[in-house]
């Protein structure tokens, strides 16, 4: 990827852009290729013309996005076990830019693209109905409906009950022990009755294909993994905010980086979030602290 020049407004922007870029997209990588595109056409661009810079690159940004989500999503209907997004690694603060975490992530993923893009544009970022409609092609009145359906299908994914940045930390230090050192009653203590645990290894690295489903399923998985964790110890690299979860990240045995991150509602474990596919964090181990 070639450098940007510095271009004062678009400096200013570009943040926003990624973010529209990854929540669309759910990859940091595809995100950030897109931005690099929209840079290109906005040095294109003749700027006497354009009124509103924020909205029209954001319009680049979505139609890019709807182009990319097409090949994507043919990607998806391949790809070995379960997927996630590129997790979002803060190991500074637990503050998410906007209210959009891993679950509702996964949630947008059920969407339909516009649907998806209806909603962010006008839900996430502010945007009204007729820059939604000039950004998506579509008329206003179908650009209400779009997010109007998209706001009913991810309703149960928001966050319920909030948790604060420190009471997060607590229960990622607490499961990181607890599942570490083969503390079976300290990590039951901590989960829900339905807790799930996802794994994303994408065929790379080993790693379950199918969710583990329930107390007691994931409880056996646990004390497999406990096993394994007294031969090959997993290495605390550093607790952090993934994608406005708790969490951590390691290193586990064969060197492989993994991120750990706690869904939580009232006060237990609802759902583990762990990504192992290397290609997915690359960008992760970059913002590592050294």
Known sequence: MCEMPSDPIFSELRPRLVRLAYRML????????VVQDTWLRWLAADRATIRTPAAFLRTIVTRLCLNELKSARRRRETYVGSWLPEPIFDPDD?????????????ALERLSPLERAAFLLHDVFGMDFDDV??????????CRKLASRARAHVTEARPRFAIGKE???KFATAFFTASRTGDMAALRALLSEDVVVYADGGGKVPTSLRPHVGLSAVMLLHEQLARIFRAQPSQLVHYAAIDGLPGFVTIEGGNVAQTT????????VVAIYCTRNPDKLQHVIKALPH
Not at 26 to 33: F, I, L, R, T
Not at 261 to 268: S, V
């Open 26 to 33: 759910g990859s940091v990588a595809d995100a950030e290729d």
């Open 94 to 106: 637990g503050d998410a830019a906007d209210d959009i975490t891993l679950p509702l992530m996964l």
């Open 133 to 142: 409609a000039l950004a998506i092609g579509r008329e206003a009145a179908a």
């Open 167 to 169: 009471q997060g930390l």
């Open 261 to 268: 991150a706690l869904q939580i509602e009232q006060e237990k």
